[in-house]
């Protein structure tokens, strides 16, 4: 499986963005799909999650009701919708697929995709 994460680029605070990533590749039996993010100095961290049969959402509590999640499995594409930026929303954007059932861990996931950059400006 090969992800390519695009949609990233210098927002002002207050503004959307949209981030795709796009899959190629072996994808059946990928149970779900997921965003982390990872700002500079700090680790790695669980933003949303998507069970790619069922459409079922996980979101980190502090994200919910800004961030949004989805997919289109007929372009075997996922999409995260990013409202209201705040300028601590700054980091390299990952998106990721897993074949297991514990979503939001980073360990639980198999493949990632190179990252795009969000830079929200105040």
């Known amino acids: 499986v090969q992800l390519v994460e695009s949609g990233g680029g210098l927002v002002q605070a207050g503004g959307p963005l949209r981030l795709s990533c796009a899959a190629s590749?072996?994808?059946?039996?990928?149970?779900?799909r997921g965003w982390f993010r990872q700002a500079p100095g700090k680790e790695r961290e669980f933003v949303a999650a998507?069970?790619?049969?069922?459409?079922?959402?996980y979101y980190v509590d502090f994200l919910k009701g800004r961030f949004t999640i989805s997919k289109d499995n007929a372009k075997n594409t996922l999409y995260l919708q990013m409202n209201s930026l705040k300028p601590e929303d700054t980091a390299v954007y990952y998106c990721?697929?897993?074949?297991?059932?514990?979503?939001?861990?980073?360990?639980?996931?198999?493949?990632w995709g190179q990252g795009t950059q969000v830079t929200v400006s105040s």
């Open positions: 590749g072996r994808t059946a039996g990928n149970y779900a």
């Open positions: 990721a697929v897993t074949t297991g059932v514990r979503v939001t861990a980073r360990g639980e996931y198999d493949v």
């Open positions: 998507i069970n790619w049969i069922y459409g079922i959402t």
